[in-house]
């Protein structure tokens, strides 16, 4: 318990000394600018980039009559979409380039697949 002689008088005008803020709430803005992306990555960019990768795998897999025509086409038009991929990442939306180059890359599994399971159940490879 403090001394009635150091206790503030009310009366008097006493007001508690100013608090310095912590830094966790800062009330003035950076002294540094905030850069922001141009352009975020959002959810319907990945999903409009998988929807035309799908799309474009898929046209250019009806190009092949058989099993290495599929797997040609398909290696084929994945290149092309995965340099239009490259391309966004450097200068354009890189959440359509992430869709493009996530559905491309499991375009490129299924084919695979075909192809070892086709070369298992002929025992002749099927690329050549």
């Known amino acids: 318990m403090t001394h009635p002689a150091f206790r503030p008088d009310p009366a008097a005008g006493v ?3 100013p608090r310095t803020p912590s830094g966790l709430f800062p009330s003035a803005p950076p002294s540094r600018p905030a850069y922001r992306e141009p352009h975020p990555v959002t959810g319907s960019g990945v999903a409009a980039g998988a929807a035309m990768a799908a799309a ?3 046209l250019f897999a009806l ?3 058989d099993v290495t025509g599929y ?3 398909t290696l084929f038009a994945g ?3 995965w ?3 490259f391309l966004l990442v450097r200068s354009g939306d890189r959440g359509v380039a992430t869709g493009i180059a996530i559905v491309t890359s499991g375009g490129w599994s299924i084919a695979a697949t075909v192809v070892a399971t086709r070369w298992v159940g ?3 490879w099927p690329l050549w």
């Open 63 to 65: 190009l092949g009559a």
């Open 79 to 81: 290149t092309i979409a």
């Open 83 to 85: 340099l239009a991929a």
């Open 122 to 124: 002929s025992g002749d």
């Open 71 to 73: 797997a040609r086409w």
């Open 15 to 17: 007001r508690p000394l």
């Open 56 to 58: 474009w795998l898929v």
